[in-house]
């Protein structure tokens, strides 16, 4: 089954200046996300790899009425999934670099996404590169 996200904001960005540009987008648009309901953070059209630069949009699974093209992930099955607090996310993707770095996870850079639930769990999915 399909996930399909539906973006509210979208911005070209690099880890150089991602910090500070993704925080204020979150405050700037997350009113605008519907209530009750879980968000995305999504990382997509990368360049290469987390190092160069990459599309980020905050989204939901709710459909929204914007200009920016729905985002459509095929199969779930191709992802390993981080799951933390929203205040230890920022140690997960460190967890995350640091595995790809060491050869024990062997990134697809398609979308990649965090997924924000009510509760304070937030899962970040990569995709992965299929096994033969």
Known sequence: MALKLYPIVQQ?????????IISTLWQNNLDKLPQGHCCYGIYFNYATNHLA???FAIASEVVLETDIPVIEIEDLSFYEVFRCKVDEIYQTWQLIWKKEQQGLLKRAYSVDFEKYHS??????????????
């Open 12 to 20: 070209r960005l690099n880890n150089n200046i991602a910090n500070e």
């Open 53 to 55: 630069d990459y599309d």
């Open 119 to 132: 509760d304070g769990l937030v899962e970040i999915y990569i995709a992965v590169v299929p096994h033969c």
